[in-house]
């Protein structure tokens, strides 16, 4: 079986063999006046230097980041979806072109990490010429798709342009479809066409160097190379699944633990909130099947194995601490809050006013009373 960490270094040999030099991770937090609270993609800590300035290490970078995405909770608890995950990326910063990306990443798949040329699929941006050309030379069948599909950029504003999407079939017998008509085939490799830059006003003007920006979702290929139904059989979630087997549970504890690990506190607002609002999750899915659990007594190994694979600097007891002491604050607040909604509730529907004055005066926020109080799905 290929573990997690040996895709992590057979990915980075590879590009350091072809001349990239490796960029440490970033922590999850992104720095002050970034539209966005969490680093979301591989190569978000890279944004400048893929909108033209000079990095120190050269024009050949790789590396493994940590990302978090709140646009995807929705869907997490699927086989393929997860809060904070890993992202391997290789980068070109206005040195070799697309074409030469994607026949790397196709010797790469096939040659390091073995998977047979007929169980890939790619799809390519409508008007993107030369991705189709490379693809259809190394006899990879490609499906052309639009904007929505194979247009990729990190938010409102920064680098984008056109990406080809590599899929893995993980079905059983032969392939059979497309990506976009069958969900057996799983994305697990990126390939951004960096030309273009969206700005503040709406518009998409060229940028000054065409860049090549690749991510490969690390737990995604640990699933596909290690044959497994879903990214919460993966060896790496081995320590969480085996305490805890609710796949959100499971994912948004093993997401607070790096959130915490990156030093962020529970709070109102921002980042905090996020935190928040996972441990919350956790704990309403958690006390729905019996009120008296606690993190507490959740085993301090997942955390020391998540704390050990993102290369935390923070003590794992700290970090149950603080889950716990959220987990109080959570409990006292639901204890507070449920006769206060239900005097109300018994009025009738709850009424704008009814929620500011739940939020004005007593703390409770509109989602809790929402997803908690009122039943709807946490
Ligand atoms: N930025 C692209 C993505 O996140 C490729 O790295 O999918």
Redesign the pocket.
Known sequence: MTSTARIVDTFLDFYRERGHALVRDATLITPDGDPVLFT?????PLTPYLEGRPHPLGRRLAGLQR?LRTTDLDEVGDDTHLTVFQ?L?SWSLGDYPGEVSLRWGYELLRDGFGVPPERLHVTVFDGDENSLRTWEQLGVPAEILGEADNW?S?GATGPCGP?S?IFVWTGEGPPTGTPSSDRRWVEV????M?RYRSSDSGGTEPLGQSSV?????LERMAMVLQGCRSVFDIDVFEPWTRVVPDRVVADHLRSSVVVVGDGVHPSNTGRGYVLRRLVRRVLTRLWRDDPKRSLGDLPIDPIGATVEQFRLRVDPEYVRDVLVYEERRFGALLRRGRPLVERLLARGPLTEEDLHYLHDTHGIPRDLVEEVFAGEPA
Do not use: I, Y
């Open positions: 979301s993609a591989g190569m978000h990302c992202m990326g990729w990190n990406d999407e490799w990126n390939h951004v960096m920006d690749t991510g490969m979702g």
